[in-house]
């Protein structure tokens, strides 16, 4: 028991990590200071755990991995929204 807790606050944490980076991109329309390859590398990690959850049937990891995909595929698309075309 102690462990699913450890795991779950583990997962929220990890869901979550990217709201205040989104937050930002959102409020300063820039994303001067972001790094794109860090975004699709973490992503593709992250669709990987959530593969790998799928695959062991792990609902922490399922849940966890699916909400921290969505919120980089979203940190992806104000990356794309706010670039700076030179």
């Known amino acids: 028991m102690l ?6 606050g583990a997962a929220v944490l990890t869901m979550f990590g990217f709201v205040p980076q989104i937050l930002k991109i959102h409020k300063t329309q820039s994303v001067a200071d972001v790094s794109l390859g860090m975004l699709l590398q ?10 790998y959850g799928l695959h062991i ?10 909400v921290s995909f969505f919120s980089l595929i979203v940190a ?3 990356f794309i929204k706010y670039r700076k075309v030179r």
């Open 3 to 8: 462990w699913e807790l450890i795991g779950s």
């Open 42 to 51: 973490f992503c593709l990690g992250i669709f990987l755990w959530l593969l």
């Open 57 to 66: 049937h792990d609902n922490i990891l399922i849940v966890a991995n699916a």
């Open 76 to 78: 992806i698309g104000l």
